[in-house]
């Protein structure tokens, strides 16, 4: 049920002031608060912590990401955990790069207040951290956007150890992106984007701070394909070792246009 601007700020105000539990915080999901969400955010972002205890020490990179999937439905139910495999196992999408990994690891431990990053792309000198969205998601963009904040902001406190894990030159740029689908209501986020001048202006905040670190400016990208195309576009493959994986049909080709925001 909805609630009126003073009593979900008010709400916000009890929610501790680091960055997880403000991405955590179930009405950053829901487009109709992300203009007051985002206006206070942004009159606090400086004041709100980035929470690094337990984040990963190990390798971010893990020996048995092989692209595989575990069917327990239908192919033809896009999951964001099928798309990104299937684009994994693509190796290269246009537009957005080459596909380095997906489902990074950030905890240390089960206990670690940290996410996965969903898919690791290289594109011209620089490393995406994609936070992606499935196709008919109905979460705001801004949820997505923080959690992109967050876990590049993570990722470059251990920069050296990252890239050494990637094979990176140390030359490259990490950088938070959003990768939606056209269905998406994030996606509308982005086309129509004066309908939501609070969000960009947090944006823009989020921008100079991640700049401060040597980071990237956020990127964001949708993939076009229609509803018809995306619904028939997966495969399976089984092999020789026991895998199943994920795999885009023959002839189907992602379109994916990449959105500026200045």
Not at 48 to 74: C, M, N, P, W
Not at 80 to 95: G, H, I, Q
Not at 142 to 148: D, G, N, R, V, W
Not at 216 to 238: D, K, Q, Y
Request: proline content about 5%; hydrophobic content about 40%; overall charge positive.
């Amino acid at each position: 049920m909805a609630i009126g601007k003073a009593t979900l700020l008010k709400q916000l105000d009890t929610v501790p002031k680091n960055w997880y539990s403000i991405y955590q915080w179930k009405p950053t999901s829901r487009i109709g608060y992300t203009e007051w969400i985002a206006e206070r955010i942004e009159a606090s972002v400086n004041d709100i912590l980035l929470v690094e205890k337990d984040l990963r020490r190990r390798s971010f990179r893990l020996a048995d990401h092989r692209g595989q999937i575990k069917l327990q439905t239908g192919i033809r139910q896009l999951t964001e955990k099928r798309l990104v495999r299937a684009m994994f196992n693509l190796s290269d999408v246009p537009t957005l790069g080459r596909i380095i990994d997906y489902e990074v690891p950030l905890k240390e431990n089960d206990n670690a207040k940290h996410g996965d990053i969903d898919l690791l792309c290289l594109s011209s000198g620089s490393v995406l951290c994609v936070e992606a969205k499935k196709p008919g998601a109905s979460e705001s963009i801004l949820k997505a956007i923080l959690q992109a904040f967050v876990y590049t902001s993570l990722v470059a406190t251990r920069r050296e150890a990252f890239l050494k894990d990637y094979n990176l030159p140390p030359s490259v740029k990490l950088t938070p992106t959003v990768l939606t689908f056209a269905s998406a209501q994030s996606a509308r986020q982005i086309r129509e984007r004066n309908r939501f001048p609070n969000l960009w202006r947090l944006l823009s905040a989020l921008n100079v701070r991640l700049v401060e670190k040597g980071i990237g400016a956020f990127r964001f990208f949708i993939v076009e394909n229609p509803w018809t195309e995306l619904n028939t576009c997966l495969m399976t493959s089984a092999q020789p070792n026991g895998d199943v994986k994920a795999l885009f049909c023959d002839g189907f080709v992602l379109n994916v246009v990449e959105y500026p925001t200045s």
